[in-house]
């Protein structure tokens, strides 16, 4: 993975004149690179972190909603 997000990179130096898509493949490895490692160390899937994001994301959702009404 690290190599795939060097390779995605293009290298030149990070916030010079380079498109904002050019960052888009790199964020999303390293976010991935990051999942992973996170996953090796802590025993759990990178599905099973995915899943509790997004019931934290949807509790927050609703909270919010909620504070609207």
């Known amino acids: 993975m ?13 916030l010079v004149d380079i498109p904002l898509e050019r960052y888009w493949a790199p964020a999303s490895l390293l976010i ?27 509790r927050w959702i609703e909270k919010k909603l909620s504070t609207l009404t």
């Open 2 to 14: 690290i190599g795939a997000t060097a390779y995605s990179f293009g290298w030149g130096l990070p």
């Open 32 to 58: 991935l690179l990051l999942f992973s490692a996170i996953s090796y160390w802590n025993g759990t899937t990178v599905e099973s972190m995915a899943r509790k994001g997004e019931i934290a994301l949807e």
